[in-house]
T-cell receptor, first 114, second 113 residues
């Protein structure tokens, strides 16, 4: 398996634009996580899915953020409208369970909002 | 408030020595504690997981201890090598009505040849 695949690797967009980040988890994994990493706040859990169902989205910062998982092999994180403070590295991770199992991270998407 | 604290200052050690990294937490009751390694520009990579009823776990040159009384985990790398230089993150799995994995900010380790 190629691991968790995220796209794009880098995204530069203007404030107010919509941004969509994509993730393909490892085949067979039933849990998917979206994290955001910044120097100030470290790695923050935004939302996680189990069997394609959102379980906990309490980490989603605002209504501008939304995430979907239409099937077991694809998830998106959308920011609309984007703001400069959304600039960060966004990671997607997948695992065989939600707890007590190792998470496999993608390479991340570096988002810059200007 | 709930906190996970790792040494914010970088740890510099000489090749061959043992590196010891600390993870302290408050107001959590984690069922599991994990350690990850992160290299610049890459996602974290899982290293070790230890359960709340385990005191110690080893894997090759790595050792993790977990003291739920002190609310602390120690991560040791023995016979350290320059290739061990990276940021090391601790993560707690705790139950808040559903399990969540919460990460510490990480400690940068530099191993000098």
């Amino acid at each position: 398996d190629a691991g968790v695949i995220q796209s794009p690797r880098h995204e530069v967009t203007e404030m107010g634009q919509e941004v969509t980040l994509r993730c393909k988890p490892i085949s067979g994994h039933n849990s998917l996580f979206w994290y955001r990493q910044t120097m100030m706040r470290g790695l923050e859990l935004l939302i996680y899915f189990n069997n394609n169902v959102p379980i906990d989205d309490s980490g989603m910062p605002e209504d501008r953020f939304s995430a979907k998982m239409p099937n077991a092999s694809f998830s998106t994180l959308k920011i609309q409208p984007s703001e400069p403070r959304d600039s960060a590295v966004y990671f997607c991770a997948s695992s065989l369970g939600t707890v007590g199992t190792e998470a496999f991270f993608g390479q991340g998407t570096r988002l810059t909002v200007v | 408030s709930q906190k996970i604290e790792q040494n914010s200052e970088a740890l510099n050690i000489q090749e061959g020595k043992t590196a010891t990294l600390t993870c302290n937490y408050t107001n959590y009751s984690p069922a599991y504690l994990q350690w990850y390694r992160q290299d610049p520009g890459r996602g974290p990579v899982f290293l070790l997981l230890i359960r709340e009823n385990e005191k110690e776990k080893r894997k090759e040159r790595l050792k993790v201890t977990f003291d739920t009384t002190l609310k602390q985990s120690l991560f040791h790398i023995t016979a350290s090598q320059p290739a061990d230089s990276a940021t090391y993150l601790c993560a707690l799995d705790h139950n808040t009505g559903g399990f969540k994995t919460i990460f510490g900010a990480g400690t940068r380790l530099f191993v000098k040849a």
